[in-house]
Structure formats: C-alpha cells, structure tokens
C-alpha cells in the first residue's frame, strides 16, 4: 500500500511513516478516530488491538499534555477495522501547522476513509453541561492558521466539512444508545490561555456553541484530502464567565472521564454504522 502521490505530493513525510507503521498493523483500518483529552481509553476497549507509541512512527509530533496517551492503536470494532490517535498535538505546544494535521493526514495515508475527531470542550450554547456531548455541525476556525496554505495551496470548498451522512449516523447512533446529543458550531481558538468572559460573548455573537483548541486544522486537512470528517465534543466546563468558576485542565479531564461511558457508547454505535455506509 503506497502513500498516493496525492498525499505524498502534500507531505512526503508520510512515506516514511506509513512504512515504519503498516506491517505493524493487523488490518487496513477504515474508520479513524482521534482521541482528545481524557477521552484515550476508548482504544482500549478495540478486538485485536495493536499500540504503536508515537515515539516510534517518524515525524509523528508526541503529545506533551497530560490526559493524551501517545498512542496509534489499530484494532476492530465489530467488522470494522479502526485506527485511533490516542492523543493529538496542538498549536499552542508550538507545533507547527503541518506537524499538527500530520496524525489525521498519516490516517488517510493508511487507508481511513472516514475520521471521526473527538475533544474536550467549553460549552457556550444555553441548556450545555458538563458531560454533554455535541455532535459539531461546522467550525469558526480563529486560529490564524490553515494547513493548506502554502506554496502548492488549492481552494478548498468548506460548505459541508463535517459530513452529512455522518452526522445523520451520529444522530442515530444516539437514539439507539438513549445518549443525548446536543449539536453546534464549534470555535477552535490557539489557546493555551482559556477564554477570557468578553471573548466567549463575542464567540456566542459569532454564533459558536462550544470552545476548544484542536479540531479546526484536523477537519480542514481532511476535508482537502475528501475524507468524511465527523466530530463530538465533549462539553468538560462551561467557557468562562458562563458560570463564574476559574477554569482548570485537571478539571477539564475529570469531566472528560465522568462523560467516558456515553462517549464510548456511541462513538462505538456510530463507528458501527459507518460501516454500513456507501463509500463517500
Ligand atoms: N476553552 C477552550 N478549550 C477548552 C475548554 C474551554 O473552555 N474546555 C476544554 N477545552
């Protein structure tokens, strides 16, 4: 299985770390998932699985957060073969832009046709708690970065980036799983400050219903590369100024782990029906 000269023309890196990982693997995963903060131990729950840390695939950035594994664990959920990214680097660690997207791209370059990005959220939208769980519908991307600039950019349309029948799938999956699914726009800021009260407001001015610090650049990446693109934030806090309490990572992976059990249930239901989907 060759790197495409699609994606090696976009990152030759890939070559080397698509043959450094594929004979690890027990099968050509389908779906790929990338697991954010404190939501990791999903990949452990996969039939067959097989953990490749990240310090052994070339060019793979490591995770310095805590609640981020550092793991590609490629195993099976029911007749679909999964790859999961058990942690992510982002911007505000210093990475640059295409060290950030290179796990999600690094996905497709192993055969993923669908990726599913989860994460760790402030939530905005009224009725939001923490632990609730919200399928992300389209992004306001504020971090001042975009993967695809460049020297070889291309215009990329942005209209549906999270997929349709996705969302659809996620929909039902929480309908069966009895999880409820709150939905919305999801801002992904540089971070690592959290919010200021006056920048959530104008966020929810802007029409944002949740907050992070990841998600955007992975999505615009895959979108680039026609990949289906799903994603689920995990509401960990309310943004700041919503509540008045000060804002903490600890608590935000306390709460990322209170939400495992819903999380797990329907990211596993909705991987299930992925599979019955037609080719996008
Ligand atoms: N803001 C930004 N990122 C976050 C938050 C938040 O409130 N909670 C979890 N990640």
Known sequence: MPVSEALAAVDPRLTEAVRAV??????VPQVGIVLGSGLGAFGESLEGAVSIPFS??????????AGHAGNLTVGSLATVSVACLRGRVHLYEGHAVRDVVFGVRLLVALGCRAVLLTNAAGGIQKGLAPGSLLL????????GQNPIAGPSYRFVDMTHVYDVELGDA????ARTTGVSLAEGVYAGLLGPSYETPAEVRMLRTLGADAVGMSTVLEAIALRALSVRVGAVSCITNLAAGISGAALSHHEVEQAANAAKHSFEALLREWVTRISVMPEG
């Open 22 to 27: 594929r004979t690890l693997l027990p099968r």
């Open 56 to 65: 052994s695939i070339p060019h793979l950035p490591r995770p310095t957060v």
């Open 136 to 143: 992300v519908t389209d992004h306001l991307n504020l971090t």
């Open 170 to 173: 996620a929909r039902q999956a």
